[in-house]
């Protein structure tokens, strides 16, 4: 099942900035949720602010593939936001909105599957992490399931559908460290009352946990959409540039040809 992970003999590179990358939104994912759980409106967009300062500044060293990656995600997760959370009601935030934070925050998160996948550390045990993650992720679910709790049948589906991902996906690195920064801000962010999730889910009518055991499952969807589409999205841009070169050109031609 680990055949398409890396082994541990590859040869592999400690990039430091792929690691300040992830330090830095660990811990400012952290510090914007636990603010937030008694802030102001006005606040929230100041944290929003911030987030998108911390964001931008992270892009301006990335690829043009990893910014039009990080652009798809953002987009496609805070839709997905605005659809789970204030429409369907699957998780509620305090004020019943979505955050100003959140879709750079989303961003964040993205960005940070993207360096720790590409990081010398996941690189050399992803073998290793991903028996943790399984292990650790799998007996979460269980819990779910095993009439302990509220419960949490959501969770256990979910889990079911990251193993997917991890071991069908074409990223699994990146999913992998999905993992870890999404289930650390899932648990902060419900443990503070930031958010909460529903104790049914609204669509399929099963348990759910506050957070779902298998939540990391949501952020593999956005990450796989980011990647697969990055492509058409940057072949797009190119044939824009393409036709507004085009059409420049035919307007100059023209304006010498009526000066002649």
């Given at each position: 099942?680990?055949?398409?992970?890396?082994?541990?003999?590859?040869?592999?590179?400690?990039?430091?900035?792929?690691?300040?990358?992830?330090?830095?939104?660990?811990?400012?994912?952290?510090?914007?949720?636990?603010?937030d759980?008694d802030?102001?409106?006005?606040?929230?967009?100041?944290?929003?602010?911030?987030?998108?300062?911390?964001?931008?500044?992270?892009?301006?060293?990335?690829?043009?593939?990893?910014?039009?990656?990080?652009?798809?995600?953002?987009?496609?997760?805070?839709?997905?936001e605005?659809?789970?959370?204030?429409?369907?009601?699957?998780?509620?935030?305090?004020?019943?909105?979505?955050?100003?934070?959140?879709p750079?925050?989303h961003?964040?998160?993205?960005?940070?599957?993207v360096?720790?996948?590409?990081?010398?550390?996941?690189?050399?045990?992803a073998?290793?992490?991903?028996?943790?993650?399984?292990?650790?992720?799998?007996?979460?679910?269980?819990?779910?399931?095993?009439?302990?709790?509220?419960?949490?049948?959501?969770?256990?589906?979910?889990?079911?559908?990251?193993?997917?991902?991890?071991?069908?996906?074409?990223?699994?690195?990146?999913?992998?460290?999905?993992?870890?920064?999404?289930?650390?801000?899932?648990?902060i962010?419900?443990?503070?009352?930031?958010?909460?999730?529903?104790?049914?889910d609204?669509?399929?009518?099963?348990?759910?946990?506050?957070?779902?055991?298998?939540?990391?499952?949501?952020?593999?969807?956005?990450?796989?959409?980011?990647?697969?589409?990055?492509?058409?999205?940057?072949?797009?841009?190119?044939?824009?540039r393409?036709?507004?070169?085009?059409?420049?050109?035919?307007?100059?031609a023209?304006?010498?040809?009526?000066?002649?």
């Amino acid at each position: 099942m680990l055949r398409h992970f890396p082994s541990s003999d590859i040869a592999c590179v400690h990039k430091q900035r792929d690691y300040i990358i992830a330090a830095i939104t660990f811990f400012c994912v952290a510090f914007a949720l636990v603010n937030d759980a008694d802030a102001t409106l006005a606040e929230q967009k100041v944290l929003g602010g911030c987030a998108w300062i911390f964001l931008l500044c992270f892009l301006h060293g990335e690829s043009k593939e990893i910014r039009v990656q990080v652009g798809i995600a953002i987009c496609f997760a805070t839709v997905g936001e605005h659809f789970a959370s204030p429409f369907m009601g699957g998780y509620t935030y305090r004020f019943h909105n979505v955050p100003a934070y959140v879709p750079p925050g989303h961003g964040m998160v993205y960005l940070t599957a993207v360096a720790l996948a590409r990081s010398g550390l996941f690189l050399k045990y992803a073998r290793e992490i991903a028996t943790f993650v399984v292990v650790a992720c799998g007996l979460w679910s269980l819990w779910g399931v095993s009439g302990l709790g509220q419960g949490d049948a959501v969770g256990a589906m979910l889990f079911c559908v990251f193993l997917i991902y991890l071991f069908k996906g074409k990223s699994p690195l990146v999913y992998l460290a999905a993992f870890f920064i999404t289930t650390w801000l899932e648990i902060i962010g419900t443990a503070v009352g930031t958010w909460k999730w529903a104790a049914i889910d609204p669509v399929l009518g099963w348990t759910q946990g506050n957070p779902p055991s298998g939540v990391s499952a949501w952020y593999c969807w956005v990450d796989s959409v980011a990647m697969g589409g990055s492509a058409p999205v940057m072949q797009g841009l190119k044939n824009v540039r393409q036709w507004f070169k085009s059409v420049k050109i035919g307007k100059n031609a023209y304006q010498g040809a009526s000066d002649d």
